[in-house]
């Protein structure tokens, strides 16, 4: 595990956002730009056949030296009309059912999937939440655990939170030098725990986010070097050292039957996390019964319940205060 | 020691009475106990604690608690405005549990169920390593005894604290579905106030059926979050169990006081299907779990469910040589 100590240093914290600086990058190569340059043919295909396109998510088959795959990845825009016609890389709904039809298509010809995650995190408007936000993701991540073809993951620039993970559950999750993944954007960590914008670096920090740290903590697998300043210095250099990896990880997974594949990467997504198991009993101790409950238990007495209850283990507190909150 | 007459009251807490968010209403803790954690002018549904819960939807006796001893770590070393652990610390103090989700194995109406139930009260029932694990446990387990799994959500979504681990809880719970649906067993999720985030975004939207609380706040990102981004105000009653209704993403919105029995109706109406003798014709190949059970029992079981259990003692992980169908998937 990771060295844990006090809060974040000054110098993590420059660390790690000068690192969310360069994933966020505005000259940043996109999920287009690179597969232009890795793969030597590619057909975008559009449309959930349900509602719409979503141009936040891209995706078609495409060919890997000969071979033909299945790619999928989130599209930010390079300057601003292209940004706000790809909604800054956010997809609504209809873009993960797209990438689901095509997932679905990748299985049933027996193509392998690589998908490019590069998104702050899925749009949270009232449009996506009417269509179902949570439940497109939930769904894309279930069918991606039973996908039966190997699923190669780059982390290109951001990984957002569940938006990533949508188009993320992978055999083997690659991650670009300069890219971050986080369950939550360091601004949205900061205004809830810190209640104060103005602390994302030092949430940042904190979460480490970081390709190096995510390396660590086993989330993502290999790390590739780009090439010079940053991958925004150099697009054709990051596409080779990108293919590379990608190649080298499916040569790896080509080798394992369908059944190993499915049995190692549930025991991957199984692995994750972090506990201790104590073997302890459970919650708080109930006092032994008093007296008086004792004595109302033979004799039935109103008010005495007749055995013990679980709420006598865990009731509820008086005071609801909901401080705390999730992502 | 004082000694109580058997006929004296308990002893009431310090705040008798709690006022209703909803209609503003003072109503008596003891009262609120006894009609379920309602509000008894409006029907305000106040959220429950596990043990609430539990006794709510569960025959009396039948719970048992497994994994009860799992326990959070701080893999980051995570530290706001206070050390991660501290914060574990207060929420165990305050709820008397070790985190925020507490599985086992009961009966409703009889019907043997695996059943994951959160407590809001432990850092907003948010989701990270033990919480995961735990579900994952509990559909593993429905999985292996072939009975429905329930989960009840009461949860902000992810743990922050556990930064990505917590993002993969997500794919980690929601693996084990897969599973539950080659094999036929149903899962049925019961959304309470509030479910959001990380947990709406995985196992809580995955139910064969999906069952809400009136008036639940369910929803993707919070409504702060949202009109944060998009610069507006939210739409009234956006992101609640009935908006959800409306939008097609839930199959009822069932009142506390009908909770138990709808459930005890629905394990009725959707029984686990009956088991596979030819477990080999799935086309995912085997369950890991269940030739590790038949690995330990020896070759008996692994007769009777059909799992070749001398190719997992050969030490490829796997218990049946995957079918030729699903061979000529894997590409060279």
């Known amino acids: ?327 | 020691m004082p000694i109580k007459f058997p006929f004296s009251r308990r002893v009431a807490p310090s705040d008798t009475w709690t006022k209703c968010p909803a209609c503003e209403a003072q109503v008596f803790n003891r009262q609120l106990e006894r009609s379920q954690r309602v509000c008894p002018s409006c029907g305000h549904h106040f959220r429950m604690s596990v043990g609430e819960r539990i006794d709510l939807l569960l025959d009396p006796g039948s719970f048992q608690e497994r994994d009860a001893g799992l326990e959070s770590v701080d893999p980051l070393g995570f530290h706001d405005d206070r050390p991660y652990p501290h914060r574990l610390e207060a929420s165990r103090i305050k709820t008397g549990l070790r985190d925020a989700l507490v599985w086992g194995v009961g009966t409703i109406a009889g019907h043997r169920v695996a059943i994951g139930i959160f407590d809001f009260r432990f850092m907003g029932g948010s989701m990270g390593s033990v919480v995961g694990e735990k579900l994952a446990r509990c559909f593993e387990a429905a999985l292996v005894e072939r009975i429905p799994a329930i989960v009840v959500s009461a949860s902000g979504g992810a743990r922050m604290q556990e930064g990505t681990l917590s993002l993969m809880q997500l794919a980690k719970t929601t693996a084990p579905l897969v599973r539950l649906d080659d094999a036929g067993i149903p899962f049925i999720a019961v959304l309470t106030d509030p479910t959001t985030g990380g947990v709406l975004a995985s196992f809580a939207s995955l139910g064969d059926v999906i069952v809400a609380e009136p008036k639940a706040l369910i929803g993707f990102a919070g409504a702060r979050v949202a009109s944060d981004t998009v610069g507006e105000e939210m739409p009234a009653g956006f992101q609640s169990a009935e908006f959800l209704l409306e939008h097609g993403f839930v199959d009822a919105v069932v009142p506390r006081a009908e909770l138990r029995a709808t459930l005890a109706r629905l394990l009725r109406l959707l029984p686990v299907a009956p088991a596979d003798e030819e477990a080999d014709t799935d086309r995912r190949g085997p369950l890991a779990t269940l030739s590790g059970l038949a690995e330990r029992l020896g070759g008996a079981v692994g007769e009777t469910i059909g799992i070749d259990t001398e190719a997992d003692l050969n030490g490829n992980g796997v218990g049946r040589t995957p079918a030729p169908a699903a061979e000529r998937r894997v590409p060279s």
């Open chain 1, 1 to 327: 595990m990771l060295e844990a100590t006090g809060q974040p240093s000054e110098a993590a914290e420059e660390r790690a956002w000068g690192r969310l600086q360069l994933a966020r990058h505005p000259q940043r190569p996109r999920t287009l730009a690179l597969v232009t340059e890795i793969f030597d043919d590619f057909v975008e295909m559009h449309g959930d056949r349900a509602f719409g396109d979503d141009a936040a998510i891209v995706g078609g088959p495409a060919l890997l030296g000969g071979q033909p795959v299945m790619v999928i990845g989130h599209q930010k825009g390079t300057d601003t009309d292209s940004n706000i016609l790809r909604n800054f890389g956010s997809p609504h709904p209809e873009g993960f059912r797209k990438a689901q039809r095509l997932m679905r298509l990748a299985d049933k010809l027996g193509l392998p999937l690589i998908t490019f995650l590069d998104t702050a995190g899925a749009f949270p408007g009232p449009a996506a939440e009417e269509r179902g936000q949570a439940e497109a993701i939930a769904s894309s991540i279930k069918l991606m655990t039973g996908l039966q073809v190997p699923i190669v993951v780059v982390v290109l620039g951001e990984g957002g939170s569940g938006g990533a993970l949508a188009i993320g559950v992978g055999d083997v999750v690659l991650a670009l030098e300069n890219s971050v993944y986080s369950v939550i954007s360091p601004e949205g960590a900061s205004s809830i725990l810190w209640r104060s914008r103005d602390e994302a670096p030092a949430a940042a920090a904190a979460m480490r986010m970081t390709a190096d740290d995510q390396l660590a903590l086993g989330v993502v697998d290999v790390v590739i070097p780009e090439p010079g300043e940053g991958a925004h210095t150099d697009v054709t250099g990051t596409a080779v050292a990108v293919k590379a990896a990608i190649v080298a990880a499916l040569r790896d997974l080509a080798e394992r039957g369908t059944a190993e594949l499915l049995a190692t990467r549930y025991a991957r997504l199984r692995s994750m996390g972090a506990y201790l198991e104590t073997g302890a009993p459970s919650g708080r101790r109930v006092e032994a019964p008093s007296l008086r409950r004792r004595l109302g238990r033979i004799l039935r007495l109103p008010g005495v319940p007749r055995r013990s209850r679980w709420s006598d283990i865990w009731p509820s507190g008086t005071a609801d205060d909901e401080a705390e909150r999730g992502a």
